[in-house]
């Protein structure tokens, strides 16, 4: 009986030996960045239901304030730190947009997040953001980027979303002072 009870032990602590562990995600870059997209993955619980595949990433201003325009791309590069090193790992983005949120002229679906899981490898630069590839897509006011690993939330990054003007009046809304 004893012995089975060591083979099980040590089977147990081997498995978690083996499985990789987030413990933190090291900012490297933050703020506006260009880059090419170079195709589309689905992600249904993401606005309109995909996330871009991008290359040529540049970022050009580190910066939490991010100008109301159409094309313009926020986010942040990041090491995952975790253990053992070059191991996959399965994260989840989530963007909380600012309220009342944004709502797609073609479904009439409103968006309040965008969610996407995605892969990184321990050890290894990734990045997440956001593109305003439509007009309808810009909400001023604070965007709120999270990166989570099961349920410990390891990144919280505010980018301020304003300057409103040549955009739709819905969109101006949320950065009107109150009063």
């Known amino acids: 009986m004893t012995r089975w009870l060591i083979c099980g032990l040590a089977l147990l602590f081997a498995g978690r030996a083996m499985a990789a562990d987030v413990t933190a995600l090291a900012i490297v870059e933050s703020g506006l960045y260009r880059a090419q997209t170079i195709g ?36 942040t590069r990041f090491r995952v730190l975790g253990t053992p090193a070059n191991q996959s ?54 965007w709120i980027q999270e990166v989570w690993f099961g349920v410990r939330k390891l990144l919280s990054q505010t980018f301020t979303v304003e300057d409103c003007r040549g955009v739709p009046t819905a969109a101006r809304r949320a950065a009107a002072p109150a009063g």
């Open 40 to 75: 589309y993955n689905p992600a249904p619980l993401a606005v309109n239901g995909q996330t871009q595949t991008i290359t040529d990433i540049e970022f050009y201003s580190p910066t939490a304030k991010v100008p109301a325009r159409q094309g313009i791309r926020f986010g």
């Open 89 to 142: 790992v399965v994260l989840r983005s989530v963007w909380r947009i600012p309220e009342p949120g944004i709502q797609n002229p073609d479904t009439g679906i409103v968006y309040r997040q965008s969610i996407a899981e995605f892969t990184a490898i321990t050890g290894a630069v990734t990045m997440r953001g956001f593109s305003f590839n439509h007009l309808w897509q810009i909400r001023c006011g604070d």
